[in-house]
């Protein structure tokens, strides 16, 4: 504040000559809202373009007249020579648009206007290339909205960038090439993993050389996108070939990736319906468990509740990606395990990776039910600091959801049940124990 002050003293009657910009920039933060406008209008006498910074940090200004100010000071140096310093601000004036102040948007309206005209337009296009990628992406679209440059290196800039917006603003660009700059794009525009890009190229193809349909669509049919598998295979029926077959190859096919054999087995159900369950069961025997759990995936696809024995096996797999997934699709498809299954399953594999998928389908068997399923399995842990606490944590889980509902069990299940909880007191947390204690106490026998 003292600096502050001493900078007007400094002032005098010739104030504009007396300050530096960096004494004016220290002004313009003052806390009086009157100072911070006498500096606005004395660097707006500098006409400096290096003040614009210090400007548009104003335009946001809690005092109306502060932010008009600033408002007239920026539009006093709109000319030709200072439209770098515009450009390079650019990330600066549109971020603008995120405060809720003030409505920025038709200053920024006119400042895009004064960039787009002849003369200062050079400013925009080199910077599609600045360093500051903020300011390379605004440059970029603002030369694709406006076609500052041919339509070619637009679409090619576009797709370099990998930005999706630009790549958006470039797509209804495509039908307004030539049939000779759409040829020497070709390889750019197949190779893009943006789906529309890929089905508008397919598209002008048809018009363009309907003779590469065919080769570019075959790659298609094996793609991670839905939509574009379904082009594919559109095109290769109207070339008489049968993509049910080279699906079956790559089933076939050790050389085959894993990513085709993954994609094949998705639309063997999909084409082929019961008659995939053979390709299927073979390959929840893969050796890969991502096609072990994809195999899954569309046998519970095609079964629902009957899958029942393929999702036990999943379950048992030796990873657990696929013993969760077994776990979803099972309750996904409404397939039960009683809680002796349960336990049964536990004992048959006992390992740290089955008791998430086993605590998981014990929440689908009820109350008393669950119960018994976590006091069975908890002296499976007496070494497992972890799996203890996963327990006891799912049997105060278990208190608190479950132990509400009005549902009672049979004398022979209060017997099992409390039978089980003394054996294994030593493991079961004080608050727990407490817990299980009342409860079995307040049954009716």
Partial sequence: ???????????????????????????????????????????????????????????????????????????????????????????????????????????????????????????????????????????????????????????????????????????????????KEFENLLNELI????????????????????????????PLIFSKNQELRKLGRLHLALADIDAVIIYGNALVDPKSSLSKVNIALIESVELLKLDAMNILRDHTKHHSANIRRTALQQIAKLLGDEAKSFLWEGLLDEYSTVKNESARLCIKCGVNFTPKELIGLYEQQSNQFLLNPILRLAKKNGKWPRLSVLLHILPKFPGNPEGLKQINSEIHQWNHSYNAGSAQPSNEDIAELEHLAVKNSTLITTENWKLLQFTFDTLVR
């Fill in 1 to 179: 504040m003292e600096l502050i002050k001493k900078l007007f003293h400094k002032m005098g009657k010739h104030a504009a000559m007396n300050l530096t910009l960096e004494d004016l920039a220290i002004l313009s933060t003052s806390y009086n809202g009157y100072e911070r406008e006498k500096a606005i209008a004395l660097l707006d006498e500098l006409k400096d373009p290096r003040a614009l910074p210090l400007l548009l940090e104003r335009l946001n200004d809690w005092v109306p007249a502060v932010k008009l100010r600033a408002e007239t000071a920026l539009f006093s140096l709109l000319v030709s020579s200072n439209a770098a310093y515009y450009v390079r601000l650019l990330p600066d004036f549109f971020h603008l648009k995120k405060r809720r102040r003030y409505d920025h948007n038709l200053l920024i309206e006119k400042i895009i206007i004064f960039l787009l005209r002849e003369e200062n337009r050079i400013h925009l296009i080199n910077s599609i290339m600045a360093k500051n990628q903020k300011l390379a992406f605004i440059a970029l679209r603002l030369c694709l909205q406006h076609k500052l440059l041919p339509i070619a290196s637009l679409i090619s800039l576009a797709l370099k960038s990998k930005n999706i917006a630009s790549i958006k603003d470039a797509l209804p660009l495509i039908d307004q090439l030539s049939d």
């Fill in 191 to 218: 190779q893009q993993k943006f789906t529309p890009i890929i089905v508008k190229t397919i598209r002008r193809l048809e018009s363009v050389s309907p003779g590469m349909i065919t080769e570019i669509a075959a």
